[in-house]
Nanobody, 125 residues
Framework: QVQLVESGGGLVQPGGSVRLSCAAS????????IGWFRQAPGKAREGVSC????????VYAGSVKGRFTISRDIAKNTVYLQMNSLKLEDTAVYYC??????????????????WGQGTQVTVSS
């Protein structure tokens, strides 16, 4: 049974940092694509970043490039999203998603087969 569990969200001040974790079970990361998406109040869900675990290839949305870093620890079956220089507009529920058995890194939401329940990140002073 595939399961994705996000953690690490919370309240952070503008300019601050937070690291999100996505712990995967029921499949191995070494041949999968993991993506991070977010949904702000009143807005559609959008892709933030993704990583192809087989070769480490990454994709970032333009709004987070240079501020966010996605990484994976295959031994822990966990993907991380390091978020730096946070802005008010980064406030959202962050979801991780998985496409096991794939190497195609894409921020296309429909590509992903499994989703976590999300973790709230609030950027506020």
């Amino acid at each position: 049974q595939v399961q994705l569990v996000e953690s690490g969200g919370g309240l952070v001040q503008p300019g601050g940092s937070v690291r999100l974790s996505c712990a995967a079970s029921g499949f191995t990361l070494d041949y999968s694509v993991i993506g991070w998406f977010r949904q702000a109040p009143g807005k559609a869900r959008e892709g933030v970043s993704c990583i192809s675990s087989s070769d480490g290839r990454t994709v970032y949305a333009g709004s987070v490039k240079g501020r966010f870093t996605i990484s994976r620890d295959i031994a822990k079956n966990t993907v991380y999203l390091q978020m730096n220089s946070l802005k008010l507009e980064d406030t959202a529920v962050y979801y991780c998603a998985a496409r096991p058995g794939s190497t195609i890194a894409t921020l296309t939401e429909g590509w992903y087969s499994y989703w976590g329940q999300g973790t709230q990140v609030t950027v506020s002073s």
